[in-house]
């Protein structure tokens, strides 16, 4: 080994690892991988086991395989539209199978150059010629290696282009030899033990040169749980310090009463006396459900305790979340406290202001609303009525955390929807008030528990799981284009009974404008086809607030039998004689956004049902569809979702900054995640601050996930 290379131990340069040469060094530095902790840090994608492997006679169509064997050709095939099918033929003497690849020229670059035989690894398919494989991952065999690579479980690294295999895996012999035993392990031998975790510099080598499956696996288990333990010994840290703050003891117990509080606040009526269960039950038109009184009892019960409230309520669209947070904001109110209310869209938070003011405003509580579309003078009013303290309860969109947004004595922080929220802006609604308000939030995005856990971990958690009563549960119907006037049919004869019915356009691209237009193209096709003689409305992102409401409050008023328009209704619209539901292109949308749209039919006494047209346009489209039919259980989508989309791509995950591990999969690991978040509550409880644990590694690792956190952007 070099010379310079001891000095240094892990940050040696991997160009002075044993076997590891300037050229090779060159495309490890492609990869990123810098120094020997780098290389030891890059772990393979899959194991695979060349002790025997398969004839290619003996491959079989639908499993995957890794085959070896000579190149009997290399073909590139220009296709229409500037694309080149690049097909070669791989022969072991027992048979042949072709490896294809769909524009990727500088594969062919590559397989030219090989002399001898190549390795190569995919799933094998029926082709029209014979058996396949697509986008193979392959290499040369080095006749030099052959000794040393062949005959044994070889680890397959991920690599970008033209980074070969081999460099890797001698960088990473020769780290793993040399430098594994130096990494220290950030975690103390007192948590180590407790929770039967390998030592750190046995893991990486086991990752690497593994000495059995059993070892890799349990290596891979503790590098998991680790990752998980960092981001919940930070979140654990956040929630013990909220729960060390003084916030403000609601006396919901003990109101104070009438005559000393301004009459302002309870209204002339005496009927608001009596505890604040009874002024609940008169408030609320219906009698709440067993789930929704739980919860509210848990956030009460929070409320009352001095320490601030930081809550997610979770509940399935449709479960009834506002009626919970009406109590919640009724509570503080009645303390003399203000509430504010935070909506993600203008819509929804007027929607919460007209359904809020019928509860409240008969009871003598003010009700503000702020948004950005609002003329000056109204948006001045609203502020006047929040600083004055003449609002009790302010709703709004983020204009509520804008400067000059100010509160008399802000009590109470409701945000529903939080997923389209950030952190940050939670943090920024709270600092609205002098004191530690108490934050709840609420959110229908259906959101597996492992990713709960993650994202909400500072959170203290209720789940509304029962609907209210009467509910019938919504028919979904996948049907096929060419059904279509069958469809239409049915929409009209369900309007002739006198329901009401929204057609969602087809989700085009992302600009507003294009939606738009696709949304007024579906609208002119029906008001000029089939529904001639029905009344129609539509709504968009490109029109004006007041076209919006306009045409809203006339649906709303059943003076529209059918309401065409774009995702826009996706939140929170809520018109319950709106029975049907009709989606077009129902493939362009995603598992959970299909399901928020479900949620706006189904909340009347009548049948609902919804429609989605579309053809199965690839397997993953055609599975989204088929949940969808199947079932209408907002967490067991919210499962599916996760298993096709993957944790990066859940709605709101990427700006939170929780989602990126090096390993864990949030998927697979839901055992892993729930023991590293025992284990980070117990550790919190009897260290709040990390200082018994006597490893400055552990302390650096949790608090770059913390800033981590801090620092998620928001969209
Ligand atoms: P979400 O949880 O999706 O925000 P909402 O709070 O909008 O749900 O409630 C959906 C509908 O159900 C509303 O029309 C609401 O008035 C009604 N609702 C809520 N709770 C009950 C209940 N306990 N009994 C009957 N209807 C209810
Ligand atoms: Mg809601």
């Known amino acids: 080994m070099a010379e310079g290379a001891r000095k240094d131990g892990l940050s040696t340069d991997v160009q002075y690892l044993k076997g590891v040469g300037p050229r090779a060094a060159m495309h490890l530095r492609k990869l990123g991988l810098e120094t020997a902790e780098d290389v030891l840090w890059h772990f393979p994608r899959r194991m695979e086991d060349r002790s025997n492997l398969p004839p290619i006679m003996m491959c079989r169509p639908g499993y995957p395989a890794t085959v070896r064997g000579r190149l009997t050709g290399v073909n590139t095939r220009p296709l ?111 948590i180590r033990k407790k929770w039967k975790l390998p030592q750190l510099s046995w893991c990486l080598r086991q990752m690497h040169l593994p000495d059995s499956e059993d070892d890799r696996a349990r290596a891979r288990e503790r590098l998991v749980f680790e990752e998980f333990l960092y981001l919940q010994l930070a979140l654990q840290m956040l929630r013990s310090e909220t729960k060390h703050e003084i916030g403000i003891a609601f006396p919901l117990d003990d109101l104070p009463d009438a005559g000393s509080t301004p009459s302002s606040l309870f209204g002339d009526d005496a009927e608001q006396a009596g505890s604040l269960e009874d002024q609940v039950h008169k408030m609320l038109p219906f009698d709440l459900t067993g789930a929704q009184k739980r919860v509210i009892d848990e956030i009460w019960s929070d409320m009352k305790m001095p320490a601030p409230m930081n809550r997610l309520v979770q509940g399935d669209v449709g479960s009834g979340k506002t009626a919970v947070a009406a109590c919640a904001i009724l509570g503080a109110v009645r303390c003399g406290y203000q509430a504010a209310l935070m909506a993600p869209t203008e819509i929804l938070a007027e929607q919460h202001a007209m359904g809020l003011r019928q509860l409240f405003e008969p009871l003598g509580i003010e009700v503000s609303l702020l948004v ?18 003449e609002a009790r309860l302010c709703i709004g969109t983020h204009a509520l955390i804008q400067e000059g947004v100010e509160f008399q004595n802000l009590g109470l922080v409701v945000i529903d929807e939080q997923h389209r929220f950030g952190v940050m802006q939670r943090a920024a609604l709270r600092a609205k008030s002098d004191q530690h308000p108490d934050v709840l939030v609420m959110t229908a995005t259906p959101i597996p528990r492992t990713l709960t856990m993650t994202f909400y971990g500072d959170l203290d958690l209720s789940v509304i799981d029962e609907m209210p ?60 086809g089939v529904y001639k003689d029905l009344r129609l409305g539509l709504l968009h992102g490109q029109m004006k ?23 826009v209704i996706e939140v929170g619209v809520d018109v319950s004689n709106a029975s049907v539901m009709v ?61 096709l989309r993957g944790a990066g791509d859940i709605a709101g995950t990427r700006q939170s900054g929780r989602g990126d591990f090096r390993l864990a999969d949030l998927i697979k690991d839901g055992v892993l995640l729930e023991r590293a978040r025992q284990a980070a509550m117990e550790i919190i409880e009897a260290d709040p601050k990390l200082e018994k644990a006597g490893s400055d590694e552990l302390v650096a690792a949790v608090k770059s996930r913390r800033s981590d956190m801090a620092l998620a952007t928001v969209s």
């Not at 193979?136 to 070969?164: N, T």
């Not at 948006?379 to 006047?384: T, V």
């Open 469 to 528: 009563p009467g509910r019938k549960p919504i028919k979904t119907h996948w049907k096929r284009p060419n059904q279509r006037d069958q469809v239409y049919d049915t929409v009209r004869s369900l309007i002739k009974e006198g329901r009401q019915a929204y057609f969602v356009c087809p989700m085009i691209s992302e600009s507003e404008k294009m939606q738009a237009q696709a949304a007024e193209d579906l609208y002119y096709r029906l008001k000029e």
């Open 80 to 190: 229409r539209g500037g694309k080149v099918l690049l097909r070669a033929t791989v022969d072991d003497g027992t048979g042949v199978i072709d490896l294809i690849w769909f524009n990727q020229p500088w594969v062919a670059r590559d397989l030219n150059k090989v002399t001898g035989e190549i390795i190569a690894y995919g799933m094998v398919k029926e082709g029209r010629r014979g058996l396949e494989m697509s986008s193979a991952e392959w290499e040369a065999i080095d006749e030099d290696d052959e000794a040393e690579d062949f005959a044994r479980i070889v680890p397959v690294y991920p690599l970008k282009e033209g980074v070969p295999q081999w460099a890797v895996r001698k960088a990473a012999h020769s780290a793993v030899e040399y430098f594994a035993s130096q990494v220290k392990d950030p975690l103390p031998d007192s």
């Open 372 to 389: 950005g579309k609002q003329t000056a003078a109204q948006k001045r009013k609203a502020l006047q009525a929040a600083a004055s303290g």
């Open 545 to 567: 607030g007041v076209e919006k409401d306009e045409v809203m409050t006339q649906f709303r008023n059943h003076e529209l039998d059918i309401l065409v328009s774009t995702v």
């Open 583 to 643: 989606v077009e292109d129902a493939f362009r949308f995603g598992l959970s956004q299909l399901h928020q749209l479900r949620g706006r039919v189904g909340r009347g006494d009548d049948q609902s049902f919804c429609i989605l047209i579309s053809e199965a346009k690839t397997p993953d489209a055609d599975q989204r569809l088929s949940i969808m039919a199947r079932t209408s259980d907002g967490f067991e989508i919210a499962e599916e979702d996760l298993k």
